[in-house]
């Protein structure tokens, strides 16, 4: 099974906002709302961000944001912080009770 | 304070076996299912195994089918990532990851650091 599809790479300056696609199919992403989303900076272990497709885990930032439309997942980031430049991967439940990760979307913060 | 320590990588010659572990800490990890995920140097995530919360489901990707098998034990706190017939293209770092669930939609609450397994002659 192929990955999800994420753009390689995304910017922007601070204090905006930027989203973050992950496009799948009907066979996990669009068949479940079982999307979750993880930040991973340099060296470190991913860090979940947003799981359920909406909801955010305890201690997350309000500044981050899960929505879905169709096969297509978002991650928006608003108030852009420089301290939010990462790799960004999202992940989906499938059809075949397995996990798909996507490719991953380098963030830069101008 | 959730510790997920993984342990057992190293460089191994290609067809080779290695068995890699996890500690659990901080957690009640025989209520939540766990995941194997893979990062080949400079690549992106890939998700390798994962187990329910009580080893009766296990399901992994078909890139590791037949050559990886996921186990846990409970009483130990412990999970595994037995690995045969390894090849180049498994090098990366491995993951041990707990998802917030008893049985697995993805969500992977808590991560290790990670162990690295490189395959070269």
């Known amino acids: 099974q192929s990955a999800l599809t994420q753009p390689a790479s995304v910017s922007g300056s601070p204090g905006q906002s930027i989203t973050i696609s992950c496009t799948g199919t009907s066979s996990d992403v669009g068949g479940y709302n079982y999307v979750s989303w993880y930040q991973q900076l340099p060296g470190k272990a991913p860090k979940l961000m947003i799981y359920?497709?909406?909801s955010r885990p305890s201690g997350i930032s309000n500044r981050f944001s899960g929505s879905k439309s169709g096969n297509t997942a978002s991650l928006t980031i608003s108030g852009l912080q420089a301290e939010d430049e990462a790799d960004y991967f999202c992940?989906?439940?499938?059809?075949?009770?397995?996990?798909?990760f996507g490719g991953g979307t380098k963030l830069t913060v101008l | 304070q959730v510790h997920l320590v993984e342990s057992g990588g190293g460089v191994v010659q290609p067809g080779r076996s290695l068995r890699l572990s996890c500690a659990a800490s901080g957690f009640t990890f025989s209520n939540h299912a766990m995941h194997w995920v893979r990062q080949a140097p400079g690549k992106g995530l890939e998700w390798v195994a994962l187990t329910s919360y009580d080893g009766t489901y296990k399901y992994s990707a078909d890139s590791v089918k037949g050559r990886f098998t996921i186990s846990r034990d409970n009483s130990k706190n412990s999970l595994y990532l037995q690995m045969d017939s390894l090849r180049p293209e498994d090098t990366a770092v491995y993951y041990c990851?707990?998802?917030?669930?008893?049985?697995?939609?993805?969500?992977?609450?808590?991560w290790g650091q990670g162990t690295l397994v490189t395959v070269s002659s």
């Open positions: 359920d497709v909406t």
């Open positions: 990851a707990g998802d917030r669930n008893y049985f697995s939609y993805g969500i992977m609450d808590y």
């Open positions: 992940n989906s439940y499938t059809s075949s009770s397995t996990v798909i």
